[in-house]
């Protein structure tokens, strides 16, 4: 049987306030929500569900793997996220796409932008 993506699971101090931010940002719907997680998508409804889980630890570094989030008009997702609470890390004009990485509340880093689609070969 093959693996498939079960969830995309955040690390974090307060799981309702991230998931809060997290469900405004992509119209994910609130499922479970207690003081150790919160969960949205788990309905089945869109893709992966995510998952919020309370931990001790603050982040450290920058994170390893991110969401790429496309979207159509760029600058007003980017001022939308802004608004939620995200803090702009910076804006790109590389290899054929257009972004901005921001990061969540918690210092979680994530991108917005314009992903060129490839042909198909």
Not at 6 to 30: N, Q, V
Not at 77 to 91: H, K, T, W
Request: hydrophobic share 40%; proline share 6%; net charge negative.
């Amino acid at each position: 049987m093959p693996v498939r993506l079960h969830s995309i699971t955040f690390d974090c101090a307060d799981p309702a306030i991230l998931a809060g931010f997290w469900a405004a940002l992509t119209g994910y719907r609130m499922g479970t929500v207690n003081p150790f997680m919160a969960e949205l998508g788990g309905d089945g409804s869109v893709g992966p569900r995510m998952v919020f889980i309370k931990v001790i630890e603050g982040k450290a570094a920058k994170n390893r793997v991110h969401l790429d989030l496309g979207v159509d008009d760029l600058e007003g997702e980017v001022d939308r996220a802004l608004g939620l609470g995200a803090e702009l890390v910076g804006r790109y004009d590389e290899w054929g796409a257009t972004w901005a990485t921001l990061r969540d509340p918690e210092g979680n880093e994530f991108c917005i932008g314009h992903h060129p689609v490839a042909p198909h070969s």
